[in-house]
């Protein structure tokens, strides 16, 4: 039995169907058919022990073989095997809106561009891009408009409170969502959650946005 596998392992190893060309290693041939000549005498006089170290070493000439041939082929082949680069994981882009932020740092600021026709009307514009109410309003917001259009304006309503509220093109009122932490543009009336207050930067030239819950408004990621 040991005899017989062991043949069959010699032969698929060393059969040129399988390998690219003849054996390369004729001193491991060598050795293989002196083992084989050794397994058969054991085999004979039924000593399970030493055939098991002879089968042990025949496995271990068995590897180098498959090395040195695999060696050899890749010498032979490999230099015109290339690998392609695993593509670049793409980047989520900026603009998302939130409404959680304790402090005010950069990405809590929005430039405010006056319309060029009046009328109470300004837009946004974070450092991802201009602040738009999706379906010019009665959805979300995000901040990734490279142009200001209908849906990147907002009609803005003074508070006696000093607070102020911004409507939508669609007549929607933007709002401070608590649950989560978020800005959405889909009140059709004006309640505490949808008055803000404005703090102006050093500068003058930006704004940062405080909502009825004490938290700032944050356009998420780089443009």
Not at 109 to 132: N, P, R, V
Not at 139 to 150: N, P
Not at 160 to 180: M, V
């Amino acid at each position: 039995m040991i005899v017989h596998l062991v043949q069959l392992v010699f032969a698929f190893t060393l059969n040129p169907n399988f390998n690219t060309q003849e054996p390369t290693t004729p001193y491991a041939e060598r050795d293989l058919n002196e083992l084989l000549s050794k397994a058969e005498y054991v085999s004979k006089q039924k000593s399970n022990d030493v055939a098991g170290e002879i089968v042990s070493e025949i496995l271990t000439v068995l590897l180098n073989v498959a090395i040195e041939e695999l060696s050899e082929y890749l010498s032979n082949y490999g230099k015109n095997y290339k690998v392609s680069p695993k593509p670049a994981r793409p980047q989520p882009k900026g603009g998302a809106i939130q409404a959680n932020r304790d402090q005010k740092n950069a990405w809590e600021f929005f430039e405010i561009i006056q319309d060029a026709e009046g009328k109470g009307w300004i837009s946004f514009k974070a450092h991802t891009g201009y602040l738009c109410a999706l379906q010019g309003g009665g959805a979300g917001v995000i901040a990734d408009r490279e142009k200001i259009g209908e849906w990147e304006r907002f009609k803005v309503v003074v508070h006696e409170d000093k607070t102020y509220s911004f409507q939508t093109a669609n007549g929607h009122y933007l709002c401070a969502e608590k649950n989560p932490l978020t800005i959405v543009a889909d009140r059709k009336t004006i309640g505490p959650w949808e008055k803000f207050t404005l703090e102006f930067n050093k500068e003058g030239t930006a704004v940062a946005i405080k909502t009825a819950h004490g938290k700032y408004i944050s356009a998420q990621g780089m443009k």
